[in-house]
């Protein structure tokens, strides 16, 4: 996805903007330029914007713009939150976690009256799992933990090679939260919700990547225009 058009999805996310909003600030290339020009809505006059980012690189970048920022402890509901999707389907089902910042991710997104989901036209897929997917997991008993999903993904359908995230200094990615990133590449994943349910009775799982019942609107860039799509409560579109 070139930068034009990620700018072009971000700028639709940024009409859902309006003044006294809090907003959550989501992390990844596509949402760093939805921070830029809600920053720049803001120098024109858009008022009383309080974000609240879900990772630190998202917050550094925010306070450099000049977006007056807060924490969840300060605002526990949220009126908006605009991020990414490596992975999103028909039901808006996501798979979130490519820039390994998926638990904070959720938690603000599942603290927002509305989430908005910024992406390429090309991340919209049939069935989720062609992008690994991210689990964040407690560093303590890796390898026990391992081999509890590997076996619970299993039993709910799903089988690949499971893989430690590892940072470009060559030791294993950390998140902002001080836990690592287990990445499962299963191809395809025929029942998000059973594997969700499964994982999440592993022990040492923090959260996994998949983020279902939590888009209400995905924006969807492509060379010939912008889609959006839209979600009931109820999971239809």
């Known amino acids: 996805m070139s930068d034009e058009l990620k700018r072009q999805a971000a700028a639709k996310a940024v009409e859902f903007v309006e003044a006294g909003m809090r907003v959550g600030l989501g992390t990844g290339s596509t949402a760093a330029h939805f921070v830029d020009l809600l920053a720049a809505r803001v120098r024109e006059g858009l008022s009383d914007i309080v974000g609240v980012p879900t990772s630190e690189a998202t917050r550094a970048?925010?306070?450099?713009?000049?977006?007056?920022?807060?924490?969840l402890d300060e605002f526990p509901v949220l009126d908006l939150t605009v991020d990414g999707a490596d992975e999103i389907d028909a039901e808006l089902r996501m798979i979130k976690g490519g820039g390994?910042?998926?638990?904070?991710?959720?938690?603000?997104?599942t603290a927002s009256e509305q989430v908005v989901i910024i992406a390429d036209k090309s991340k919209l897929v049939g069935t989720l799992g062609a992008f690994p997917l991210p689990l964040e997991i407690v560093p303590f008993g890796l390898g026990a933990t391992r081999n509890?999903?590997?076996?619970?993904?299993?039993?709910a359908g799903c089988e690949g090679e499971i893989s430690l995230r590892m940072g470009a200094d060559g030791k294993p990615f950390m998140t902002d939260s001080g836990?690592?990133?287990l990445d499962c590449a299963f191809g395809r994943i025929e029942d998000p919700e059973g594997l969700?349910?499964?994982?999440?009775?592993?022990?040492?799982?923090?959260?996994?990547?998949?983020?279902?019942?939590?888009a209400d609107v995905a924006i969807l860039s492509a060379a010939d225009g912008i889609e959006v799509l839209e979600t009931d409560y109820s999971g239809e579109i």
């Open 61 to 71: 970048q925010a306070e450099k713009l000049g977006i007056k920022l807060a924490t």
């Open 100 to 109: 390994g910042a998926l638990l904070r991710e959720k938690i603000v997104a």
């Open 148 to 155: 509890l999903v590997e076996l619970l993904a299993a039993d």
């Open 179 to 181: 836990n690592v990133i």
């Open 196 to 214: 969700d349910d499964a994982l999440k009775l592993v022990p040492g799982v923090v959260e996994t990547g998949l983020f279902i019942g939590i």
